[in-house]
């Protein structure tokens, strides 16, 4: 092989390169992910086996295209066993719960629901409730907590509690 078929060989791999770079790097702000952390985690027990838990969090959609909420879903990971799904509550639920339960304390987000925006480029503060068939001392003996957020088109993300 001659020294001029290295040569357009490398120029060619460089510019493919060079192209591939651009393309990711002008459609990066297309991946709609969010980023975020739990701010906050309360519980109320509702009686010996369910307690219902409020997350205060904090989310950044960093891309170009607004986040629309299709799905908000909580899971608990506890110390030892599988992973319990919890029943979100309604707005109107978890105004309720704030209305008429105090020592859940103040409420300092509004809920996120369905249809709800994070617009591009922003940071929201928001909160979610759910109910866990559990006791409180069990939630509070947890490993973590991950909230689930899916957009109309099908991007997800989660948020996880840092411990």
Excluded: C
Excluded at 1 to 19: D, E, H, R
């Amino acid at each position: 092989m001659s020294k001029q078929f290295w040569i357009f060989l490398a120029v060619g791999l460089a510019v493919v390169v060079v192209a591939v770079t651009g393309i990711m790097m002008s459609t990066k702000s297309a991946h709609l992910e969010l980023t975020g952390n739990i701010l906050k985690v309360r519980t109320l027990a509702l009686h010996d086996k369910a307690t219902v838990v409020v997350l205060d969090f904090r989310v950044t959609n960093p891309s170009g295209l607004p986040f629309v909420v299709r799905d908000v879903s909580m899971r608990l990971e506890p110390l030892s066993g599988d992973p319990v799904e919890g029943s979100q509550l309604a707005r109107s639920d978890v105004d309720d719960v704030f209305k008429y339960e105090k020592l859940v304390g103040t409420k300092f987000n509004d809920v996120l629901t369905l249809r709800d925006k994070v617009p591009a480029g922003q940071t929201v503060d928001r909160m979610s409730a759910a109910r866990f068939e559990l006791p409180e001392s069990a939630i509070n003996n947890r490993k973590r907590i991950v909230l689930h957020l899916e957009d109309v088109d099908g991007a997800a993300s989660d948020i996880t509690e840092k411990q």
